[in-house]
């Protein structure tokens, strides 16, 4: 069964943190280079980070030195640890495998920061 399960969004103030994760199936975890992407109100969905299944990780300009994307191959589970919010950070947060474009994506978590 596909599925994915994101967690962990919130209000937070600006220069606060958060910590996301990611639930999904075997079938699109085990071996895939994973992502989390982000939407925010009246813009496209776009890529933030993204991982191996070595560990080898790649960020967005935007977010890079603040955000940090992490894996837990045994749990299948995927991270987001987001220091030093902003903002411009304030979005719907996704996982799914990277690049991804199928039509499938979880519910999303929703971040605000805002003071």
């Known amino acids: 069964q596909v599925q994915l399960v994101e967690s962990g969004g919130g209000l937070v103030q600006p220069g606060g943190s958060l910590r996301l994760s990611c639930a999904a199936s075997a079938g699109i975890f085990s071996g895939n280079t994973m992502g989390w992407y982000r939407q925010a109100p009246g813009k496209q969905r776009e890529s933030v980070a993204r991982i191996t299944s070595g560990g080898t990780t790649v960020y967005a300009d935007s977010v890079k030195g603040r955000f940090t994307i992490s894996r837990d191959n045994a749990k299948k589970t995927l991270y987001l640890q987001m220091t030093s919010l902003k903002p411009e950070d304030t979005a719907v947060y996704y996982c799914?495998?990277?690049?991804?474009?199928?039509?499938?994506w979880g519910q999303g978590t929703q971040v605000t920061v805002s003071s």
């Open positions: 799914n495998q990277a690049p991804w474009e199928g039509d499938y």
